[in-house]
Nanobody, 126 residues
């Protein structure tokens, strides 16, 4: 039904930038919520940012606010994560996720997203 495929990960030095892409198949970017999460080895999955597809409202984790930006291209059914001023602590597998309906106050919780990509590795060296 719904397929999410991330790409764009890689190795970058601290202070550098990367752009991740999430190609969406089986649905359009017209409703619901799209989000990015990350998970470092030995740690729980962590919320990064999301965007409401109808209102455009965004919600950023404090750890990435001012450095990361979420965007979308509806014609390509693709969501992007622009990452600037990367830090070693940003190293993780990054996942995109989708939900049909999520309350803003609960949209940071991974369990509220039924659709997930397979992840792309981001490694930031010091």
């Amino acid at each position: 039904q719904v397929q999410l495929v991330e790409s764009g990960g890689g190795l970058v030095q601290a202070g550098g930038s990367l752009r991740l892409s999430c190609a969406v198949s089986g649905r359009t970017l017209s409703s619901g919520t799209m989000g990015w999460f990350r998970q470092a080895p030995g740690k729980e999955r962590e919320f990064v940012v999301n965007i409401n597809q109808i209102t455009g409202r965004t919600y950023y984790a404090d750890s990435v606010k001012g450095r990361f930006t979420i965007s979308r291209d509806n014609a390509k059914n693709t969501v992007y994560l622009h990452m600037n001023s990367l830090k070693p602590e940003d190293t993780a597998v990054y996942y995109c996720a989708a939900a049909n309906s999520v309350l803003y106050s609960s949209s940071y919780r991974p369990t509220n997203y039924p659709y997930w990509g397979q992840g792309t590795q981001v490694t930031v060296s010091s």
